[in-house]
């Protein structure tokens, strides 16, 4: 394959710019006529004038496309959007449009029993989604050209024009650095994206059926990518990173301001747990992400801080019989996972690789035996095995019934609502932690460690007593969570303490947030936290092919991203070297205009 600045279709310039921007308002149009003839289909498409379910979306798909195309046009204030230049990201637009909208009218046929369920209104939405992504493959790429697929079977064909797609819209553009805006300006603009996915995060969760939420990963998923690769995603990190406090400020802001938009507490106690368990993924990237230690039973010690958690906080099914506050139990929760975290590894960190890991999954299998036989039959009378610890009462602090709902002006929290502010500030600890520890000797320690750690050992680093201290410190994390976590749940139990389930939190579900998020990052974790809750928790409609599709997703996330959904440098360029090298120069809007009319930018090297 070549790298071209010729279009894939053979279209003339003008007409292929027209036929995006009329393609994406004729798709935005299209969701206002009705779909389906019945409302038996989710989100009742039958209605003219008022988009509803799926018809948001393509809606919305719609709308990006015909703000993208605008520099194409040169429209003035616009080319801000697209740093890299407007025609690959119209591209992956056109692609998204055109998959949300057929996968709607696909399971219309499917579910309703055929196509005839369609009215006209669904076959002009599918013809008017494909207009953009013609239009789109008629404007210059910079990618390689896309050839016919070798002999094979459908998958080979399948694989084959998936990554021609994907080396046709190329790699992500490296943009020089640009002039900053007004203070006021980049602060308005963090404010609005944090708002913006505010928005984005509360729609997930509130999906009311599968298809709908199939179609939200669908857009959302090419949406990034096409915000990848306009370029836009670098100039906002950049953005945020002249502004670290107000960036800060407003995630924080934004997250608490999560329970005041639901009216339901069913999506609250979707978010808290969320919250929970993506708090657990962060304390576990200290142990993988940065010190490179790959545990498999790491999941045990949120179950140690759970139960230490129970057990001293009044609980009538307690043994001990001890009511601490808040505070007390969070730090005999914290102290227990910590004591447990350097009894397990003071005799295992000798050990690398697989051995460590083998040996961390037996740890996990035998915590979860033993709290199961501490019943009072088989062990002493602890844990009450497989019955748990039950009855754990609300938190109360400072006044404050966790357990009723209160009143702020117009809004009511529910009791889920009120943990999910408190687990709010235990995650901010955490991600305080953890960020600390990072950029902190003690962190360039465990770095060098996980890179190489004979080399370490060579330049002077104790790489035992550095592997305890994360193992010690991802161990207090975990059991800081579980302690509201006991809390939140009523009760504490020994099955979720395993290292594989249908439904998180367990060690493998957890090793696969690190790890899909990013490792190493904080956002990463967060971000595979929150997919990797949600992904079942919304998919339970496949019923017995839950986890068929859901391995299926992680597989394509991995083939695609095999970095992470949000990687470091190091990440980036450790897995697409190649790409780098081998990078065409990317289109910016910081170097003199080209004479190309669909081209808003000039050239600059890309690299690392």
């Known amino acids: 394959m070549t790298t071209t600045k010729?279009?894939?279709?053979?279209?003339?310039?003008?007409?292929?710019?027209?036929?995006?921007?009329?393609?994406?308002?004729?798709?935005?149009?299209?969701?206002?006529?009705?779909?389906t003839w019945t409302s038996e289909f989710p989100g009742d498409l039958t209605v003219d004038g008022y988009p509803g379910g799926l018809q948001i979306l393509t809606l919305a798909a719609g709308l990006l496309i015909a703000l993208f195309s605008l520099p194409l046009y040169g429209v003035k204030g616009t080319r801000w959007l697209t740093p890299a230049g407007p025609n690959a990201p119209l591209?992956?637009?056109?692609?998204?449009?055109?998959?949300?909208?057929?996968?709607?009218?696909?399971?219309?046929?499917?579910?309703?029993?055929?196509?005839?369920?369609?009215?006209?209104?669904?076959?002009?939405?599918?013809?008017?989604?494909?207009?953009?992504?013609?239009?789109?493959?008629?404007?210059?790429?910079?990618?390689?050209?896309?050839?016919?697929?070798?002999?094979?079977?459908?998958?080979?064909?399948?694989?084959?024009?998936?990554?021609?797609?994907?080396?046709?819209?190329?790699?992500?553009?490296?943009?020089?650095?640009?002039?900053?805006?007004?203070?006021?300006?980049?602060?308005?603009?963090?404010?609005?994206?944090?708002?913006?996915g505010?928005?984005?995060?509360?729609?997930?969760?509130?999906?009311?059926?599968?298809?709908?939420?199939?179609?939200?990963?669908?857009?959302?998923?090419?949406?990034?990518?096409?915000?990848?690769?306009?370029?836009?995603?670098?100039?906002?990190?950049?953005?945020?990173?002249?502004?670290?406090?107000?960036?800060?400020?407003?995630?924080?802001?934004?997250?608490?301001?999560?329970?005041?938009?639901?009216?339901?507490?069913?999506?609250?106690?979707?978010?808290?747990?969320?919250?929970?368990?993506?708090t657990v993924a962060l304390g576990l990237n200290v142990v993988v992400g940065l010190a490179g230690l790959l545990d498999l039973g790491y999941v045990a010690f949120l179950g140690v801080g759970a139960y230490a958690a129970a057990?001293?906080?009044?609980?009538?099914?307690?043994?001990?019989?001890?009511?601490?506050?808040?505070?007390?139990?969070?730090?005999?929760?914290?102290?227990?996972?910590?004591?447990?975290?350097?009894?397990?590894?003071?005799?295992?960190?000798?050990?690398?690789?697989?051995?460590?890991?083998?040996?961390?999954?037996?740890?996990?299998?035998i915590f979860r035996i033993a709290v199961n036989s501490l019943d009072g039959v088989s062990g002493p009378k602890v844990t009450n095995g497989p019955n748990g610890i039950r009855n754990i009462p609300d938190l109360d602090i400072l006044g404050f019934d966790f357990g009723q709902a209160h009143t702020f002006g117009a809004f009511t929290l529910g009791r889920f609502a009120n943990y999910f502010l408190l687990m709010l500030l235990v995650t901010a600890f955490v991600v305080t932690v953890f960020s600390r520890a990072n950029d902190s000797r003690i962190g360039r320690a465990w770095v060098a460690i996980r890179e190489d750690e004979t080399a370490a050992q060579a330049m002077g680093i104790n790489g035992f007593k550095l592997k305890l201290l994360a193992f010690?410190?991802?161990?207090?994390?975990?059991?800081?969570?579980?302690t509201v976590m006991a809390h939140v749940s009523y009760s504490v139990v020994p099955d979720p303490y395993q290292f594989a389930g249908a439904v998180p939190p367990n060690s493998a579900f957890l090793v696969a947030a690190v790890v899909l998020g990013g490792m190493g990052t904080i956002a990463g974790p967060l971000l595979g936290a929150t997919l990797l809750y949600l992904i079942p928790e919304k998919l339970v409609f496949l019923k017995e092919y839950q986890l068929l599709?859901?391995?299926?997703?992680?597989?394509?996330?991995?083939?695609?991203?095999?970095?992470?959904?949000?990687?470091?440098?190091?990440?980036?360029?450790?897995?697409?070297?190649?790409?780098?090298?081998?990078a065409a120069p990317v289109e910016t809007d910081d170097a003199p205009a080209s004479t190309d009319p669909g081209s808003t930018a000039g050239l600059t090297t890309a690299g690392a």
């Open 472 to 482: 010690a410190l991802g161990a207090a994390l975990a059991g800081l969570a579980g």
């Open 549 to 582: 599709v859901f391995g299926i997703a992680l597989v394509l996330l991995m083939r695609l991203r095999p970095e992470g959904l949000i990687a470091n440098r190091r990440a980036q360029l450790e897995f697409h070297d190649k790409d780098t090298d081998d």
């Open 311 to 365: 057990l001293v906080s009044g609980s009538t099914s307690s043994p001990i019989g001890l009511h601490l506050p808040f505070w007390g139990a969070a730090l005999v929760g914290m102290a227990a996972a910590l004591v447990f975290g350097v009894v397990i590894g003071a005799p295992t960190l000798r050990l690398r690789g697989d051995y460590l890991a083998i040996v961390t999954l037996g740890f996990g299998e």
């Open 91 to 196: 591209l992956v637009l056109g692609a998204a449009a055109a998959a949300t909208t057929w996968f709607t009218l696909i399971a219309i046929a499917t579910e309703l029993g055929g196509l005839a369920n369609l009215e006209p209104g669904g076959w002009i939405a599918g013809v008017a989604s494909l207009l953009p992504l013609l239009g789109a493959l008629g404007l210059p790429q910079t990618g390689p050209t896309v050839g016919l697929p070798s002999s094979g079977g459908v998958i080979a064909i399948v694989r084959h024009y998936l990554g021609s797609f994907a080396r046709l819209v190329g790699p992500n553009p490296d943009l020089a650095p640009v002039k900053p805006l007004n203070r006021w300006v980049e602060t308005l603009i963090i404010i609005a994206v944090a708002a913006l």
């Open 6 to 35: 010729s279009p894939a279709l053979p279209l003339p310039l003008p007409a292929a710019k027209a036929l995006v921007l009329a393609g994406g308002l004729a798709t935005a149009a299209s969701t206002f006529i009705h779909w």
């Open 198 to 278: 505010l928005t984005v995060f509360t729609y997930g969760i509130v999906t009311e059926y599968g298809e709908l939420f199939i179609g939200f990963l669908i857009l959302t998923a090419l949406g990034t990518w096409a915000l990848m690769r306009a370029g836009l995603v670098s100039r906002l990190t950049s953005l945020t990173a002249r502004h670290r406090g107000t960036t800060t400020a407003a995630a924080f802001a934004a997250a608490a301001a999560f329970p005041f938009t639901q009216s339901d507490d069913h999506f609250a106690s979707v978010g808290v747990n969320i919250l929970i368990f993506a």
